[in-house]
């Protein structure tokens, strides 16, 4: 019976192997579609010199990712083991890869982190809520434990009253709403509500220009109506402090007030009436859900809670919500057709921002859930998933191709042309063979 379930577990990773290597092959393409696309653009329009070098290593980086791909033959299969990426935010194969890493992280991190605890430092004057990861530190520094707490997952998203012009004067606002945001999670009773989290900046292109918003993870106080309490506080805060004096609307309408009042039933005219007309006044707050499917077909939003812990629905909600990561929607057109001007016009925007995204309060100094921080991952992880039978004795050989130079059937990856544009690799096992590709041509990240 064990020999039957390790042959059907070995047939579901290849499988897996057989529709990763597909996918592989698929965001190539796509890469070579956009350097093509955007050298075509380049060409078409005037660029100062920093633009126009920024634009340059883009379409370096997209042609040259996952070209250096890694491939095992044991004598009757091909699978695909590992490849070698370029790191760039607006690289499809490096989003790809980065949203598998971080899916396969918080599986583990909110394993180990199933609560939070309350420390108090020496003098009683100051609480903070560290991770399980962080106690032993402030422990060591004096804090003393107060206990532990559980917490609910929260998904914000804010934006802010943005004209064709941009906001407040600017038409990329990155490092001012950014600004604000840290502003607001100074303030008592934010800090009350929430122990922390992580967030992101995403943009969106409409009929109003850029349309720069934020998305936060957050770890909020379980107590009874805490969606509703924490939207209340956010809600106030974040309409002052994105008032734009260049906003002209004096006051809400009836309409209006309906339309903020039906965001929190516990909001009444007269909390209405302390906000500013002229800064924001719609934010999206709310448990994190996924949606299913009854046995009719009717989709709903299941919510999460504590109860959905470590199971694949939590996790699928969790990486939704941080999609901004691993998810640039805003160059797509469609699956096949990108909007080369936006890319252009963002690209001097990003670079060397370091502001796009960010960790706080009880996630400050959680590096094993950086992009870049790959120790909460088994070593080789992708390459453990394919080891067999005779993988350490030398029953395997190894080579380096372009994976497009290779094509998926329903169950099995073949090479186009056998004996060309491949480079053999002399390595007895998976994990020397993985190490010579990374020694042999490592590549850091363009941007």
Known sequence: MEKVTQSTERENNYRYNVVRNKKLTYLKRKNMLLAAELMRYTHSVQLDAHTLSLADGLMKSLRSCGGSTLYSYDGSKIELVSFLGCGHRLCNICNWDRQKKIRRKYLKWFDANPCLYILADEEGRGEKAVTASQRMKW???????????????????????????????????????????????????????????????????????????????????????????????VLYWWNHLTVDEANERGNFSPEEVAAIRKGNCTLSDEFVATLDPRGATIIHLQNIFVCKATEDGTVYKHHIDVDDWKTEDFIGAVLETISYLFKPKVFAVTDNMFDCEAIIDILPQVYNNRSLYSKFGCLLGERTLNVHDNTLLEDLAEAADLKGEGDEYGGKEFFITNPSNTYSTDSMIRLKKRNTGTVTVPASCTSEAVRMLYESNYQKPTL
Do not use: C
């Open 139 to 233: 422990l060591n520094k004096g804090w003393q434990e107060l206990g532990e707490v559980r917490y609910n997952i929260m998904h914000l998203m804010l934006s802010v009253p943005h004209t064709v012009n941009g906001w407040r004067g600017r038409r990329f606002y990155f490092r001012e709403i950014t600004k604000q945001f840290n502003f607001m999670r100074k303030k008592k009773d934010w800090l009350y509500w929430v122990y922390g989290g992580q967030f992101g900046l995403e943009t969106t292109k409409n009929a109003n220009g850029y349309h720069i918003h934020i998305h936060a993870l957050l770890f909020v106080r379980n107590a009874k109506q805490n969606r509703n309490q924490l939207h209340r506080v």
